[in-house]
């Protein structure tokens, strides 16, 4: 392969690992020079002083072992992460956002500065909550370095920073670089997940109940749950739930295995949500039920 674009055009441009040509070729020197004949003085000009920047994907799968980490940025919904609004904002005390970490920011740190960048932007296969554990296989995403000026980084280094790091509270797999097509398959994909759920039961259920739920199917409708509500629309969904195992009970609380198809709120399953989940969990045992602990076990993606 060649040289990469020279022309402004540069930062737009998303390049492959195993096409990207050596650092050297992409000097601004060694470009300058080829291309002085060809453009104007003051394009020229203006590439000599930019070095070339280029957009990296990067693609991997995290594991969160962690309760109470976002996914990414916990902007402050108060000031929204804004400088100017967040100084006097009581509710992040002037932080701008609501957590000190989040998957985003924790990959940042060690990729943004190794491929001599300023930012980078997360792409997940969808999200869980900020207390939702995400274990198995782990949740594919995308991570972006916008405006790499070093896009031919080791990513094995990469690999170890994150692990020397952050062990105990993310895993990822090896990185490796795709094209930006990636990005839109994750998103827009829907995958069937497995949870496990800690119920707390807030009455007696006898275990014969308990015992029957195993294999047990329920197509259920979902109105908008009240905690999502300001930023969702109130519709109706139709959604599937299959209870596959069921744990021991033990001081009123039940562990359970389910599968459900994407988009389900699985709290709002348990729970009923005031009447707005039906059938829900609470419904069917006859005693209200309440989500105490929640993990991804694995996202059904087709590989
Ligand atoms: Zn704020």
């Given at each position: 392969m060649g040289f990469l674009t020279l022309t402004g055009d540069s930062d737009r441009s998303s390049v492959s690992g195993h096409s990207f040509a050596p650092r050297s070729c992409c000097s601004s020197t060694v470009g300058g020079a080829l291309y002085s004949a060809a453009v104007s003085d003051t394009e020229t000009k203006s590439q000599d002083a930019r070095p070339q920047k280029v957009k990296v994907y990067l693609e991997s799968r995290y594991r969160k072992l962690e309760r109470g980490l976002p996914q990414t940025i916990f902007y402050c919904p108060e000031c929204k992460g804004n400088r100017r609004k967040s100084?006097?904002?009581?509710?992040c005390e002037g932080f701008g956002k609501l957590t000190k970490d989040s998957v985003q920011e924790m990959i940042g740190r060690k990729a943004i500065p190794l491929f001599r960048a300023k930012r980078g932007k997360f792409h997940g296969a969808g999200r869980e909550d900020i207390d939702v554990l995400m274990l198995g296989r782990g949740r594919p995403f995308v991570y972006e370095v916008v405006d790499s000026r070093g896009p031919d980084a080791d990513l094995t280094r990469l690999d170890e920073m994150i692990r020397e790091e952050y062990a105990g509270r993310i895993e990822l797999d090896p990185f490796r670089r795709v094209e930006r097509e990636r990005v839109p398959y994750w998103k827009e994909s829907k995958f069937d997940k497995l949870y496990r759920v800690q119920v707390e039961l807030s009455g007696e259920v006898s275990p014969e109940v308990v015992r029957a739920l195993a294999g047990q199917s329920f197509d259920i409708t979902q109105r908008t749950p009240t905690r999502v509500a300001h930023r969702r629309a109130d519709l109706e969904r139709h959604r599937h739930v299959s209870i596959q195992t069921v744990g021991e009970c033990v001081d009123g609380t039940l562990s359970l295995d389910i599968r459900c198809v994407h988009g389900t709120y699985v709290k709002e399953w348990i729970s009923s949500d005031d009447g707005r989940t039906t059938p829900s969990l609470t419904s069917v045992l006859g005693v209200s039920s309440k989500c105490a602990a929640l993990d991804v076990l694995d996202i059904l993606t087709d590989d």
């Open positions: 100084r006097g904002c009581e509710r």
